[in-house]
């Protein structure tokens, strides 16, 4: 099973920026997509952005999408969020997750077997 562990999170004003990383460890089997989800109390995990390992096509909620970038370094051993514009409505516990079996990569937190720890984001106004 992949191991994944997130940093790069902490505390941000309402415009700033912040870049999260999750290292992957492959135990056995080599992820087909990563991907980053939030959480805040009382609510459902949140996709926020994914990209697929192989090629690097990355996908974005409408949340994000043009404000947040997803990337990998090329031994494709991190994987990173660079957040830009942040708002006090991206305060979350943000997830690095990874899907190992093919196909098609959604934001479903369900299909992913794989998750860190967690790292938590907060914006203030």
């Known amino acids: 099973q992949v191991q994944l562990v997130e940093s790069g999170g902490g505390s941000v004003q309402a415009g700033g920026s912040l870049k999260l990383s999750c290292e992957v460890s492959?135990?056995?089997?080599?992820?087909?997509?990563m991907a980053w989800f939030r959480q805040t109390p009382g609510k459902e995990r949140e996709g926020v952005a994914r990209?697929?390992?192989?090629?690097?096509?990355?996908y974005y909620a409408d949340s994000v999408q043009g404000r947040f970038t997803i990337s990998q370094d090329d031994a494709k051993t991190t994987v990173y969020l660079q957040m830009g514009r942040l708002k006090p409505e991206d305060t979350a516990m943000y997830f690095c997750?990874?899907?190992?079996?093919?196909?098609?990569?959604?934001?479903?937190?369900?299909?992913?077997?794989?998750w860190g720890q967690g790292t938590q984001v907060t914006v203030s106004s």
């Open positions: 997750a990874a899907k190992v079996s093919a196909g098609w990569c959604s934001l479903n937190a369900a299909d992913f077997g794989a």
């Open positions: 492959r135990v056995i089997y080599s992820p087909n997509c």
């Open positions: 990209i697929y390992v192989a090629s690097g096509t990355s």
